[in-house]
Each structure stands twice: as C-alpha cells, then as structure tokens.
C-alpha cells in the first residue's frame, strides 16, 4: 500500500511537471512566433516597397496590340505590331521614347522586328510577309514566304544571316534562314509553333515554341532540341553564352547555365500551388537584371540572374506584350495600343 501511494504520488508529480512544461513550451512558441510573424511583416512591406516603381502613360500610338519593341542605340526605339487580318504597324522614336511616329506598312499584323544597324531593318508578320527597310523605316520592301505562315519573330544573326520563326495552331511549325541578308530563303517546316529567338554569338541561336527548345551552332543550318519541355515556350534570352532563360505561355520559367546542354525548371507554370500567369515576353538588362511581362499588368524582375523572380505590384491594369528597356527603366507596349514607361 505504501508502494502504491508512493507511485501514484510520483505519477501525480509528472503529469504537472508535463502540464507546466507544456504550457511554458506553449508561451515561448507564441512569444517566437510573435516574434518571427514581426519580422515576416516587416520584410513583406519593405519588399512591397520595393515593388512599387514610378509609372507613366508615354502614348497610345495605336489601337491595336504593340508586339515587340528593340532598341537600337542610346536614342532609337523601334517596334511593330497591329490587327491580325487588318494592320501592320511599324513605331519609331528617336528621342529613347519620348515621343513617337507611327505608319501603317501592311495590311495584315507584324509580329517581330530585328535590326543590322539603325537603318537597315527587318519585320516579320502575318501570312509569310518578312519586310525590309535600308533607311531607318521610311520605305519597305515585302518578301513573300512560300508557305504562307505566319513568321512570329525574326532575327539578324550577323552581317548576312537572317533567321525568322514562326507557324500556327500549335504544331504548324517553320523556321525560315536566309544567308544572304535576305535575297533569298530557305525553310526547315517542325511539328511544333515557334515564337522565341536569341543569339549568343554570329553562329549559336536559340529558338522556342511549343514543347520545345531547340539550339543551332552553325547560324540555323541545323537544330538540336534541348531538354526541356513543358510549356508553350514564348520568349528567350539569354545575358551571357552560358546564361539563358526560357519562359511559356502558361507561367513556366526554365533557367540553363550551361549553354542550354540543361534546365532546371525555377516556376512550373502548370502546378495548382502555384498562381495563374501569362507570360508573353522576357529580356535582361544584364547578367543578373531580368524581366518578364505578361497579362493583366504582370511585371516580374529578377536580380539573381533568374533563380529568384518578385512581381511589381503598382502596374497598370493592360494586359502587357512587349517590353524594352532605357537607362533607368524601360517602356512596356500592352494589347490595347497604350506605352507605359517605368522607373526603378
């Protein structure tokens, strides 16, 4: 008996002993996770106030979408775009965006616009139609593609070497080079749309489109497709040789920093966790300095080279297609005609 109270009594003992133990754990973990829900506000609103940059409508030009946007030298902007069946467009400013001039050059939309040199330009549109300029885009000349698809994006490669990609529903692909600055093309015909062109060099260019990315080192003779799916990949860029970023249509981000020999997928853009985005197009101001634009105001910079990615919260409400950058900002084109300039 004397054993028995003796135990109950310890019992008694470690069940309080546990009780103030529990409840003191209890106090430190709320008093902690005051602390860490303190500090967590505290870098949300000084990362929010990082977020918001300093916007300004530059112009509408047109009432049609802005597809792309170059900029040429330290003074000269050029871009392209319009209505699929109706407009083909070509915008110019020669004071770095401050004001514009604005013609229309074809009957139906233009998707791409690449440059040799200020004045020696190249448009790519609707229905096959590649455009030449020799005078800073006072007169063009149309070249017809036989296949008659639509050329989304083109590119000078080098002094001679022209590429332009393009295709439609999907799996309508083509890839056009011309080696020649133009007088003549050959075409290669895939089973995927392209809409994505950079070059890291006068011979190594990489294309994207749907599923795909695929990766030339003899100035678009031949393709190799690279690992990496997933995604109806839109735009490419890279910031060194070895340094690139691909993004889809869909929200995915794919980094390599082997020359594209890898990827590693930073967003996937089909994931459920993971919030609905458009992306439509991606540039880098430097090695670290990227940006991605997309619907409903989307703006996403990077400074780690693209590992990390924080979305601008202030943009306006437009749904974003083309974007270029300035000295210490840059200008977006949106769906409804409108330039909006930013300042970081």
Not at 147 to 160: A, E, H, K, T
Not at 239 to 250: C, K, N, R, V
Not at 301 to 316: A, E, H, L, R
């Amino acid at each position: 008996m004397k054993y028995y109270l003796q135990h109950r009594r310890s019992g008694a003992e470690k069940n309080l002993f546990e009780f103030i133990f529990i409840q003191v754990t209890n106090a430190n973990c709320r008093i902690q996770n005051c602390l860490l829900l303190t500090v967590y506000c505290l870098l949300i609103f000084s990362c929010q106030k990082k977020q918001e940059w300093n916007w300004s409508e530059v112009k509408q030009i047109s009432q049609y979408e802005i597809s792309d946007l170059k900029r040429v030298d330290d003074s000269t902007i050029i871009g392209v775009g319009g209505e699929r069946y109706s407009h083909g467009e070509f915008y110019s400013s020669i004071d770095n965006g401050k004001t514009w001039n604005e013609r229309e050059i074809l009957d139906k939309e233009l998707y791409g616009i690449s440059f040799l040199n200020k004045d020696t330009l190249i448009a790519s549109g609707h229905d096959g139609k590649l455009l030449f300029s020799s005078n800073a885009g006072v007169d063009w000349n149309i070249t017809q593609n036989f296949l008659w698809r639509l050329m989304r994006n083109v590119l000078w490669v080098n002094d001679s070497v022209i590429v332009s990609c393009g295709g439609s529903g999907f799996t309508g692909g083509i890839i056009s080079r011309s080696y020649d600055k133009g007088a003549s093309w050959k075409n290669d015909t895939l089973n995927s749309e392209m809409r994505g062109l950079c070059a890291t060099d006068d011979h190594t260019v990489f294309c994207c489109g749907y599923g795909k990315i695929i990766k030339s080192i003899d100035a678009g003779e031949t393709w190799t497709q690279l690992n990496a799916t997933g995604d109806f990949f839109v735009s490419i860029s890279f910031s060194s040789p070895e340094h690139g970023i691909a993004i889809g249509l869909a929200g995915t981000i794919m980094l390599t920093e082997d020359a594209g020999e890898s990827w590693k997928k930073i967003r996937n853009g089909n994931s459920l966790i993971n919030q609905s985005w458009v992306f439509r197009e991606l540039i880098f101001r430097d090695i670290n300095n990227g940006y991605i634009v997309g619907d409903n105001g989307l703006l996403l910079i990077t400074t780690d080279g693209g590992n990390q990615w924080i979305k601008i919260k202030n943009t306006p409400d437009t749904n974003f297609t083309s974007i270029v950058l300035t000295d210490n900002g840059g200008i977006v084109g949106s769906e409804e005609g409108k330039l909006f300039q930013f300042l970081e």
